[in-house]
């Protein structure tokens, strides 16, 4: 762990264990590795348990809302979780300076830091949490991802709706699991379909799925019907789903996603 006063530590190892309404019994875990109590296997490196140290005491004299410090320690969990994961597969930490604090004593990785903690504390959809702290993680671990654009990642996905991270998720596994040739609807009926229609549309027009929203064509004549099938990922898609980690979105989320677009998972 960083070299923290033993109260900082203290203090820090309990914000980050109060996430736990959030993520879970893991939320205690992931204190215990951040502050050097977890299992002698799992074993972060020194650069990001200091970044993660200094952001959790940060906020340990803070006075914030009940349940937005239970949304950044649950944050600095989930970071905890991933990297974990990412360690475990030999993705070891970037070199490239992502660390390295500049003239005023902070590094990209502290402002990305205080950067993902507030997004989390202001998060109510909580779920979305998971893959905030997931975004910190893995742009620790990919120094081809430069500063800005880890942070034009972060800032697009903070614009996106649930339902619109879902339908990424959807679209980003369709190798691994075929999306429904059925066509979307057209004009749906009811307001589930429209505003599910509309989150879809927003992505193509937004440039994070292909192909773009269909033009009117000359004379009025009929467009073609898109399907679900027929989307694939922008460059700006793959990056909101790889820092997001987005894979990690649960099948019954895209599942309820495809059916507020009237159609079958498959």
């Not at 944050?75 to 300076?97: I, K, Q, Y």
């Not at 996905?157 to 040739?181: D, I």
Request: hydrophobic fraction near 45%; aromatic fraction near 4%; charged fraction near 25%.
């Amino acid at each position: 762990m960083s070299e923290l006063g033993e109260g900082a530590a203290d203090a820090g190892r309990l914000l980050v264990a109060s996430g736990e309404p959030v993520a879970g019994s893991m939320a205690r875990s992931a204190a215990g590795i951040l502050y050097g109590e977890g299992p002698a296997s799992i074993r972060l490196a020194p650069e990001l348990v200091a970044c993660l140290t200094l952001a959790a005491a940060e906020l340990t004299g803070a006075a914030l809302p009940g349940r937005e410090r239970v949304r950044a320690g649950a944050v600095l969990a989930f970071t905890v979780e991933l990297a974990a994961t990412r360690a475990a597969s030999g993705r070891s930490p970037r070199t490239d300076g992502f660390f390295t604090a500049d003239a005023g004593g902070r590094s990209p990785a502290d402002t990305l830091a205080e950067a993902v903690v507030r997004a989390a504390r202001g998060e109510t959809d909580e779920w979305r949490v998971r893959h905030l702290g997931y975004l910190l993680a893995e742009a620790a671990v990919s120094p081809d991802l430069d500063p800005g654009v880890v942070d034009r990642g972060l800032r697009t996905a903070s614009q996106l709706t649930g339902r619109q991270l879902v339908l990424l998720a959807a679209v980003g596994r369709r190798e691994r699991t075929p999306l429904p040739m059925t066509p979307l609807p057209a004009d749906p009926r009811g307001w589930r379909e429209w505003g599910a229609l509309e989150d879809l549309t927003d992505l193509q027009r937004h440039g994070l799925l292909d192909p773009p929203p269909a033009q009117p064509r000359p004379g009025g004549a009929a467009l073609p019907r898109l399907r679900m099938a027929d989307l694939r990922l922008t460059r700006r898609g793959v990056l909101v789903h790889r820092l997001l980690a987005l894979d990690f979105v649960r099948e019954d989320a895209v599942t309820a996603a495809l059916a507020d677009l009237g159609l079958p998972r498959s």
